[in-house]
């Protein structure tokens, strides 16, 4: 089963010609999800539509352009979080590899934990979606950080980021 988690943490890696190959089939795999919202399925077809429109060298750009040139906008949480050279970092983000090994969790080679679609990977492994809220709870501070910067740029990946956020506000999943 596709979760909204596994379809954000996708929308939000760098577009590779596999992912503009299924554009049908993800749009398919969201309608036919009982578990996403009407609303966060509306803001995911979007973003499709839009990204669909453009050629993959387009978003790729686009992409470049939204996460890789300003820090501001990176995907990488504890950015947000510490001070570059803020000590606390490190550790954090060998907590976070270790809990993800805790679990079973396999991180790709040269993949910092604390970047948001792994995590988004991870949150979707979980078995309910309480368990989710709470892991995304700790997040939510970051990611409204990115989407605030991203919504200046009015930046079309700034509605995907809201919905994560959300999902992390929410403690009561029948909201």
Same mark, same amino acid.
């Given at each position: 089963?596709?979760?909204?988690?596994?379809?954000?943490?996708?929308?939000?890696?760098?577009?590779? #010609?596999?992912?503009? =190959?299924?554009?049908?089939?993800?749009?398919?795999?969201?309608?036919?999800? +009982?578990?996403?919202?009407?609303? =966060?399925?509306?803001?995911?077809?979007?973003?499709?539509?839009?990204?669909?429109?453009?050629? %993959?060298?387009?978003? #790729?750009?686009?992409?470049? !352009?939204?996460?890789?040139?300003?820090?501001?906008?990176?995907?990488?949480?504890?950015?947000?979080?510490? =001070?570059?050279? !803020?000590?606390?970092?490190?550790?954090?983000?060998?907590?976070?590899?270790? %809990?993800?090994? /805790?679990?079973?969790?396999?991180?790709? =080679?040269?993949?910092?934990?604390?970047?948001?679609?792994?995590?988004?990977?991870?949150?979707?492994?979980?078995?309910?979606?309480?368990? &989710?809220?709470?892991?995304?709870?700790? +997040? &939510?501070?970051?990611? !409204?950080?990115? &989407? /605030?910067?991203?919504?200046?740029?009015? /930046?079309?990946?700034?509605?995907?980021?809201?919905?994560?956020?959300?999902?992390? %506000?929410?403690? !009561?999943?029948?909201?």
């Amino acid at each position: 089963m596709i979760t909204i988690y596994k379809v954000i943490s996708l929308l939000l890696e760098y577009p590779k #010609q596999e992912l503009v =190959d299924h554009w049908d089939e993800v749009q398919h795999s969201i309608s036919e999800q +009982t578990t996403i919202s009407h609303e =966060d399925k509306q803001v995911l077809n979007r973003f499709i539509d839009w990204a669909s429109s453009l050629s %993959l060298t387009k978003l #790729q750009a686009n992409y470049v !352009d939204n996460f890789d040139l300003k820090a501001a906008h990176s995907l990488y949480l504890t950015y947000h979080l510490f =001070d570059e050279q !803020d000590r606390n970092r490190g550790p954090a983000l060998i907590e976070l590899s270790e %809990l993800y090994k /805790s679990t079973g969790f396999e991180v790709g =080679d040269g993949e910092l934990p604390d970047y948001l679609p792994l995590i988004l990977e991870y949150v979707a492994t979980m078995e309910d979606e309480s368990s &989710a809220r709470e892991f995304l709870q700790q +997040t &939510a501070q970051a990611v !409204d950080i990115i &989407a /605030s910067n991203l919504e200046k740029l009015d /930046s079309p990946y700034a509605p995907l980021l809201r919905i994560v956020e959300s999902h992390g %506000l929410l403690t !009561d999943i029948a909201a």
